[in-house]
Structure formats: C-alpha cells, structure tokens
C-alpha cells in the first residue's frame, strides 16, 4: 500500500469497520433504523476501540426520535463547515485545488470499475468507506490516510460540537494508524484556518486522457454483511 503503514485490524475486521461506520453516517431514516441489529451484530465482532464507539452511536440512534436525530444530522452536516464529511473540502474548500483532488477519488473508483452516479460526490466519507469495505480496500485506505487530518478534524469538531456522529468519527480514526509529527502539524493547520474560501467551480482540470478507461463499470453494491470480499486486499 505505496508508502503508507498496513492497517492494524485484519481484512475482514475492516471491512466490516468501514461498512458499519458508512451506514451509520447516512441520514438518520427508517431504512436505518431496520438495519442497527445487522450493525450491531458487526460491531460485536470488532476490536473495543471500534466498536464500543460504534456501540454508543447505536444505542443513541435507537433511543432517540427520528425527527430530533434528523433536525440535528441537517444541522451537523449541512450548516457547520468544519463538519463537512466531503474529505476535499476540508483541506482545499471550493477552490480549483479541490477540483484536482476529487479527480483522484474518481480515477481510483474508475480503476476499481466503479461509477457513482450523479447523486454524491466520490470524497463524502461514507462513500469512500463503502468503496472500501465492497470494492477495493487497498485503494480507499491510500486515500483516507492521504485526507488523514481532514478524518481527525471532523473527528475533533463533531466532538467539539457535542454531535452524537462524533462516535462514529471516533471508530474510524481507530481504524487509521495514529497521527505522529507532520499529520498532527497539518491538523492544527486546518484547524486555525478552516477550508479555503471560494474560488471557482469545482469541475476536474485534467484531460480526458488521464483517466483510466473503466473496467466494466458498476454502481457501489447496497451494504450486506459480512461484506463482499472482491478487489484489491481481499
């Protein structure tokens, strides 16, 4: 996995790790609601310091009235810059730079055979841990630790925030290596500065001969468990 370190959890552990921890940062709806046994069954079979945050997530999902969990979910995701879950913006905001970075995340779902449709951009947190736990684990652990202090900072301001997804920002930095020197460093830079502000749109500046032909593209599967065991790190 290029230069980066090798996850600490075994293949199937994260996996399942990442599905969970996608699942639970959608939108808090009934089709949620129907699958917390299929995570908490998950979750049970994850090392503690994934699955105790996950645990707590769970329980405050089930305990608390789905509007309420809605209302704040909006108000978390939608209105609060530093809780943004699309991993670009955090580092590059609405600027050109973003719209180079989002090419990454494209080319490598390209390359896995992937096509997202229209309806979310390929860096949103949840989809790059679906990617990861269905498709192509080695490919989405290069690009969560290459977006590494974007993970902690959500991490930090949904704790900061007191939101109830800060648990689920906790179980998967606890699937990341630990931050150490410059990942720290940049952290703290993001934090100070926040995402850049707007410069220009945020289509790809890249010729269409840069990206890889796919290999018969397909949309992400729906999340099962245990999950699928194609592409690369299986």
Do not use: I, N
């Amino acid at each position: 996995m290029s230069g980066h370190p090798h996850p600490a959890l075994g293949p199937h552990e994260l996996r399942l790790a990442w599905q969970s921890s996608s699942l639970l940062l959608a939108y808090p709806d009934e089709a949620l609601l129907a699958r917390v046994p299929l995570v908490a069954a998950a979750t049970r079979r994850l090392p503690t310091p994934v699955a105790d945050p996950l645990a707590a997530f769970l329980h405050r999902l089930s305990s608390t009235p789905l509007p309420e969990l809605a209302s704040a979910y909006v108000e978390t995701f939608d209105h609060q810059r530093r809780c943004c879950l699309y991993l670009t913006y955090v580092q590059h905001g609405d600027t050109r730079r973003r719209g180079v970075a989002l090419l990454r995340f494209k080319t490598a779902y390209r390359a896995a055979g992937v096509e997202l449709t229209d309806e979310e951009l390929p860096d949103h947190l949840a989809v790059v841990l679906e990617f990861g736990a269905t498709v192509d684990p080695a490919a989405a652990w290069e690009l969560l630790l290459d977006h590494r202090a974007g993970v902690e900072l959500l991490r930090l301001a949904l704790t900061d925030t007191g939101s109830p997804w800060a648990a689920v920002a906790q179980a998967v930095c606890a699937t990341l290596p630990p931050l150490h020197g410059s990942d720290r460093e940049a952290v703290m830079r993001l934090a100070a500065a926040g995402p850049p502000g707007e410069e220009v749109g945020l289509a790809p500046f890249a010729p269409p001969e840069y990206l890889p032909e796919p290999r018969r593209p397909v949309s992400l599967p729906v999340p099962t468990f245990p999950a699928t065991s194609r592409g690369a790190g299986s």
